[in-house]
C-alpha cells in the first residue's frame, strides 16, 4: 500500500514532527512510503527515504531534494526541462503537529485538492487546536473537563482560581509556554511565558492527587478500534524536553492497571469526542482522572508518532483507516442558472 507521510511545518512543534516521521519509517516499514517535507516557508520536498534523518533538515540538505506542487488528487513532481510530472498519489498520513498540521491549514489545502488523507478535518482541528473551543466541545457533547479561565493580552481579567494553578498557551501544544504557578508572585511571569507563544491563554487549577491516562483510537472498517489505556509516569507535569523523547518512542508500553469500569468510561467518553468529528483521524485523548470523575484534558489530533506505541498492530490499524476515509462530495457546477439568464435576455 502506497502512503505519503507529510511532516515539518511552519510551527514551533516542527522537530517533533520530523522525529514522529523518522520513528513512524521504522513502524510502517511494510508500506510504501513516500516522505513529503513542509519547510518553514510552506516549500514542498520529496524527501529520499535513505536521507529520513534529523541532520538532513538541520543542515538543510532537504534543499537539495525534489520540490513538489499540489494537483488534483496528488502531489506532483516536475520531469527535467521538457515538462511532465510524476505524481505522488498514496495516501497522505497528516503529520504535522501544531500550526499548519493541527489548525485546519492542511485539511483545507488537501480537501481542495481532493487528496486522500490520514488526519483531521478543518471542523476537527478548530476544536482541538483551541483548547477554549475544546472546552465548548466538551460543554456541548457532556464531556466533564477541568474547569478554566480565559486571560487575554490586551484585556487581561482578574484570574479567581485558587494557587497552585496551571497557566498555558491556548493554540500550542508539547507543554510549550506551558507553567505551574504556585502562588500569586509566580503568576506575572507564567503569564508573561505564555503570552510569548499566543495572545490567549488557559488557566486551569492544578489538581493534586490527580491520575492521567491515555487513549487512542479510530473508526474504521464500520467499527471504533482503541488503544491500551496508558497511564504515563511523570513528576508536575511532562515538559516540552520529556515530551520531545517521548515522540521518539516506538516500543509497545503496558497496558494501565485499571479496572474494566474505568477503562468503558473512558471509552465512552472518547466516544463522544470522536464521533461525528473526528472521522478519518487517528486521535489520542488524554483524561484526568479526579475524585472519581473522568475529565477531558486534551485532545491530541495528530499525536506523537501517531501513538503507535499503544498499538498492538499499528500497520494494520493504518491500512485499515486508509481504506475507510470520508471524502465529501463536489456539487457538479452545471450554469443552468446562467444559462437561463442569458436565454430570457435573448444573449
Request: charged letters at 25%; one cysteine or more.
Amino acid at each position: 500500500m502506497k502512503l505519503t507521510i507529510l511532516f515539518g511545518g511552519a510551527s514551533f512543534e516542527h522537530e517533533i514532527s520530523i522525529v514522529s516521521a523518522i520513528t513512524l519509517k521504522e513502524k510502517l516499514s511494510s508500506f510504501d512510503l513516500s516522505f513529503v517535507f513542509c519547510d518553514a516557508d510552506h516549500t514542498f520536498y520529496l524527501i529520499e527515504p535513505s536521507k529520513m534523518k534529523a541532520v538532513t533538515f538541520s543542515r538543510g540538505e532537504h534543499k537539495n531534494m525534489p520540490r513538489l506542487s499540489l494537483t488534483q488528487g496528488a502531489f506532483s513532481q516536475k520531469k527535467g526541462v521538457f515538462g511532465g510530472a510524476l505524481e505522488h498519489n498514496g495516501v497522505v498520513l497528516n503529520l504535522i503537529h501544531g500550526a499548519d498540521g493541527e489548525d485546519g491549514t492542511i485539511a483545507a489545502l488537501l480537501d481542495f485538492y481532493s487528496i486522500k488523507y490520514i488526519g483531521p478535518r478543518v471542523d476537527a482541528c478548530t476544536f482541538s487546536y483551541d483548547k477554549r473551543y475544546t472546552k465548548y466541545l466538551c460543554e456541548a457533547i457532556g464531556v466533564k473537563s477541568v474547569r478554566y479561565e480565559v486571560a487575554h493580552k490586551e484585556q487581561l481579567s482578574n484570574i479567581t482560581i485558587s494557587y497552585p494553578l496551571i497557566v498555558k498557551p491556548s493554540r500550542l501544544g508539547s507543554s510549550i509556554g506551558v507553567s505551574i504557578v504556585k502562588d500569586e508572585s509566580e503568576l506575572d511571569y507564567a503569564l508573561d511565558v505564555a503570552f510569548e507563544f499566543d495572545s490567549v491563554v488557559i488557566v486551569e487549577p492544578f489538581l493534586e492527587g490527580v491520575k492521567e491516562y491515555n487513549l487512542a483510537g479510530c473508526f474504521a472498517d464500520g467499527a471504533m478500534h482503541y488503544s491500551i489505556v496508558e497511564e504515563p509516569h511523570k513528576e508536575e507535569f511532562l515538559d516540552f524536553e520529556k515530551k520531545y523523547m517521548d515522540f521518539s518512542r516506538s516500543q509497545q508500553v503496558l497496558a494501565a492497571d485499571i479496572s474494566d469500569e474505568l477503562v468503558a468510561k473512558l471509552r465512552s467518553s472518547f466516544d463522544k469526542v470522536y464521533r461525528g468529528m473526528f472521522e478519518g483521524a487517528l486521535i489520542r485523548c488524554d483524561f484526568f482522572v479526579y475524585q472519581d470523575e473522568v475529565l477531558l484534558n486534551e485532545i491530541n489530533p495528530i499525536p506523537g508518532s501517531m501513538a503507535n506505541y499503544l498499538f498492538e498492530d499499528f500497520a494494520k490499524l493504518i491500512e485499515m483507516l486508509s481504506r475507510s476515509l470520508p471524502h465529501a462530495k463536489r456539487p457538479k457546477v452545471s450554469y443552468d442558472y446562467i444559462h437561463s439568464i442569458s436565454k430570457a435576455k435573448g444573449k
